[in-house]
């Protein structure tokens, strides 16, 4: 049974960084376009990062490019999302998707698959 679980969240105050891990089982996470969402109180679900099954190209909201980067890391089947400069509206619980039939970049995420069960990210004072 595929399954996504994420981990690396926590507290942390502005300018600080977090990395989010997104580990894989029962699937191949490299073989898959890799999504990361997040969802605050109050507002809808949104794309932050992308990560595609065919050439690893990447896509990243406008509001965290040049802050957060997403990466894999095959051996461990697992794709890493690090968070730098963090700011107090980048607070949300975060989520990693994946979409089993996208080749390129995927940003709707009703057109993913799988989901982890999120980790929180609070950027606070």
């Known amino acids: 049974q595929a399954q996504l679980a994420e981990s690396g969240g926590g507290l942390v105050q502005p300018g600080g960084s977090l990395r989010l891990s997104c580990a894989g089982s029962?699937?191949?996470?490299?073989?898959?376009?890799i999504g990361w969402f997040r969802q605050a109180p109050g507002k809808e679900r949104e794309v932050v990062a992308c990560i595609s099954s065919s050439d690893s190209s990447t896509y990243y909201a406008d509001s965290v490019k040049g802050r957060f980067t997403i990466s894999r890391d095959n051996a461990k089947n697992t794709v890493y999302l690090q968070m730098n400069s963090l700011k107090p509206e980048d607070t949300a619980v975060y989520y990693c998707a994946a979409d089993i039939e996208a080749m390129g970049i995927s940003k709707i995420s009703d057109e993913y698959n799988y989901w982890g069960q999120g980790t929180q990210v609070t950027v606070s004072s």
């Open positions: 029962g699937f191949t996470l490299e073989y898959n376009t």
